[in-house]
Structure formats: C-alpha cells, structure tokens
C-alpha cells in the first residue's frame, strides 16, 4: 500500500528552527519531495532527495533515509512569510507524486 | 514561457452538469498531470501523459472523470454529471521526463464548486 505520514500542525517563532517529519512507505519508490503551499496557492517546490542524507538549501535543508522510510524538512531562521502548508510527496517511478495531507506551519512574532 | 496555465480559474456549476477544465503546460515538458485537492488534504493524483500518451488513468475518480492530451501539449480534463463531491480545486503540473526525479511545476488550479 502507499502512506505518507506528516504532523497536522506545528507552531514556532520568527528566528527559531523547525523540523517537519514525514515517514512513507510506498512501491517502487524513487525519491522523497518537499513542497510548500500557500493558503489558496498551488504548490511550489522546495526540494528533492533521491539519495540517503541531507540536501541543503539556503535556509531549507532536506534528508533521506531510505532504509527507514523517513525525511524531515528543516527550515531555519524562520521568517512569518514561512507560515504555509509543507508537503511530503513520494515519487513513484512510473507513476507520479503520492502527497501526505500536509503539515501547517503558523510562525509568529 | 511564465510556467503552467489553466482555465479557467473558478468554476461554479448545478449538479448534473458537464465542466471541462484546460492546462496548458511549461512548453519544453513532455509530461503533464492532474491532480484534485480538498481542504485540509494534500494533492490526490488522478492522471498523466507522456507526449500525447496516457500513461497512468487508474486513479481516476470514476468513469465521469476523462483527460485528454490530443496533441502532447495542452491538456482537457473533463467531468461528466458532476457531483457536490466533486467541488474541489484541480491542479495540473508539468515535468520534463529525467530531470531531478520528475520535479513537477505545478499551475494554480481550478477551484470546482457543484452547487
């Protein structure tokens, strides 16, 4: 079967650090996608690991483990304009993207 | 090319009626998807093509739901006797096969009320 699994909601405050899990289990796996949303936008790409380990980004970073079938995005010095839904998709080759529900993000002053 | 378009951007229809929906893709990308969103949800996949082909319509929702890409490049989604079900935003993405996996540019969607 295919699940992604990410938090529903997480708080933090401006400057702070935020880490987002998200753990999947889907065949014929082939890669690990992250996507911000914001409310009443489509989605826009933040990052893409196929390889186990960290992808760093600016002040987003990325990682892999294949062989637990977890990623987490680390967002750093965080802004309020960061307040968004943050989306873990699977990439099934053949196929295409198989999104969790998202994880809301509410950054404050 | 300013990156995926669709049309049209809201749609209210009555229950029973036909909608169809246009995407047209980034013109370099061979690949074009559909996707639905709910609220609170993420995107749900539906269908893709390669080119002109359809390589994926499993997904579809039931057999009211149709995509057509006639000439691998825009592309139709259409829904036949629509449902209040149905009302949900519909989002079209586009990637160039071998490239980073797949990264999909997504359009802004459009937003499906069945009254």
């Known amino acids: 079967g295919q699940n992604i699994d990410q938090p529903t909601e997480m708080t933090a405050t401006e400057g702070a650090i935020v880490q987002i899990n998200c753990t999947y289990q889907?065949?014929?796996?082939?890669?690990l996608f992250w996507y911000q949303q914001h409310a009443g936008e489509a989605p826009t790409f933040l990052s893409y690991?196929?390889?186990?380990g960290l992808e760093e980004k600016g002040r987003f970073s990325s990682f892999l483990s294949r062989s637990k079938g977890y990623s987490y995005l680390l967002l750093k010095e965080l802004q309020m304009k960061d307040s968004a839904s943050y989306l873990c998709?699977?990439?099934?080759?053949?196929?295409?993207?198989?999104f969790g529900k998202g994880t809301t993000l509410s950054v404050s002053s | 090319d300013t990156g995926v378009s669709q049309d049209p951007r809201h749609k209210i229809t009555k229950r029973g009626q036909n909608v169809t929906f246009r995407c047209d893709p980034i013109?370099?990308?061979?690949?074009l998807y559909w996707y639905r969103q709910t609220l609170g949800q993420g995107p749900e996949f539906l269908t893709y093509?390669?080119?002109?082909?359809?390589?994926?319509k499993s997904r579809l929702l039931s057999d009211r739901f149709s995509a057509e890409r006639p000439k691998g490049s825009f592309s139709t989604l259409e829904i036949q006797r629509t449902e209040q079900g149905d009302s949900a935003m519909y989002l079209c993405?586009?990637?160039?096969?071998?490239?980073?996996?797949?990264?999909?540019?997504f359009g802004p969607g459009t937003r499906l009320t069945v009254l």
């Open positions: 889907t065949s014929g796996f082939n890669g």
């Open positions: 993405a586009s990637s160039q096969q071998g490239l980073a996996g797949g990264e999909q540019f």
């Open positions: 093509f390669q080119n002109e082909a359809q390589l994926e």
């Open positions: 690991n196929v390889l186990d």
């Open positions: 013109s370099e990308h061979n690949r």
């Open positions: 998709a699977a990439y099934q080759a053949g196929t295409a993207l198989i």
